[in-house]
């Protein structure tokens, strides 16, 4: 079966740190490029974050850059999300996607606060 699993959400305090993780299965994650999106309750999905197949191309959103960092693991089929010194702006419903394919996961919520 073709899915995108997503792990890791919760509720932290600001300032604190989580990693997200999404697990692949049902195809050759290690041809596909995969993001990170985000959406809050209210607003637009926001993309926060994008890496390569092969794990040496990374990108950014403005809101996030210098915070959070992408990586994946291509003998695991996963893809992370790291994000450090959270904010209450960053509490969303957090998705991964492989674009190629229009893939997305369920979501794992992460909600920021004090």
């Known amino acids: 079966q073709v899915q995108l699993v997503e792990s890791g959400g919760g509720l932290v305090q600001p300032g604190g740190s989580l990693r997200l993780s999404c697990a692949a299965s049902?195809?050759?994650?290690?041809?596909?490029?995969m993001r990170w999106y985000r959406q809050a309750t209210g607003k637009e999905r926001e993309l926060v974050a994008g890496i390569g197949s092969f794990g040496y191309s990374t990108s950014y959103g403005d809101s996030v850059k210098g915070r959070f960092t992408i990586s994946r693991d291509n003998a695991k089929n996963t893809v992370y999300l790291q994000m450090n010194s959270l904010k209450p702006a960053d509490t969303a419903v957090y998705y991964c996607?492989?674009?190629?394919?229009?893939?997305w996961g369920q979501g794992t919520q992460v909600t920021v606060s004090s």
């Open positions: 049902g195809f050759t994650f290690s041809r596909y490029s």
């Open positions: 996607n492989t674009p190629a394919m229009n893939l």
